[in-house]
């Protein structure tokens, strides 16, 4: 009875519920801190043997604005955004939807005064707060490597959790329309281009017009330019555009996510 009363009778919409989601995502955690930690290494060994070894071969990078880096220097800011939307959206996909196909964890969450905003936040933030701690560790990588030539790199880590939030936002929504694992690969399909093609390894100017067209509206190509920018400190009004395409990709993503939960789980 508490629960079909939790279900039907009207709560009022509090803010800052997510938090709540917040602690059980620590508390499930803190005992599996190897785990939680193995995510920083992936893009550290992908900056060691492409960002360093290949860079033997590559040598002195030029930017579009003429401004001369090392190639390794060039691949770290992007191995950073790369980061960011791996970690994001790992944790608001596959770990999402266990959690709600086969735990049946948001089941008994909506039973209590918490709403679907309360658990597409709390898991937003969850997400974010374990991708900034990556991030972190990684600008700190770059800047022992010396791959860090701007004090605006500061602005790196900010830059990180907000691919984060973009990813974060965008795969929790299209968690609640996968049916089975098997739509995953779906996801798998989307991310790897990305990553390859994003002007990831090399400039979006070596792409014909309509390639480059298509890439320069992808979501991981804004994060790489904001990385960038900010770790070269070739900075101007155009990266509000990108930081706005973030954001704006995040909190639709939160706003569908939310919905279909209630959708799904409060009927």
Known sequence: MATIAARVIPVPVRLGGGRHMVERNFMLYRRSWVVFISGFFEPVFYLLSIGVGVAHLVGAFTLSDGTKIAYAAFV????????????????????????????????????????????????????????????????????????????????????SV??????????????????????????????????????????????????????????????????????????GWFLLVHALYLAAMGTFGMYVASRRLGKLLLK
Do not use: C, H
Request: net charge neutral; glycine share 6%; no cysteine.
């Open 76 to 159: 770290a800011p992007a191995m950073l955004a790369s980061s960011a939307m791996n970690g994001a959206i790992f944790d608001s996909t596959y770990n999402i939807f266990f959690r709600m196909k086969y735990a049946k964890l948001y089941d008994s969450i909506l039973a209590t005064p918490l709403r679907p905003w309360d658990v597409a936040t709390g898991e937003v933030t969850w997400a974010l707060l374990r991708g900034a701690i990556y991030s972190a560790m990684f600008v700190v990588v770059m800047l022992i490597m010396g791959l860090i030539s701007s004090w605006w790199a500061l602005l790196a880590l900010p830059a």
């Open 162 to 235: 907000l691919i984060g939030f973009a990813f974060a936002g965008a795969g929790m929504a299209l968690t609640t329309f996968m049916r089975s694992w098997q739509d995953f690969e779906l996801v798998q399909l989307a991310i790897m281009p990305m990553f390859l093609f994003s002007a990831t390894f090399y400039p979006v100017e070596t792409y014909p017009g309509a390639i480059r067209w298509l890439v320069e509206i992808t979501p991981l190509y804004q994060g790489v330019v904001l990385e960038r920018a900010f770790s070269t400190g070739a900075v």
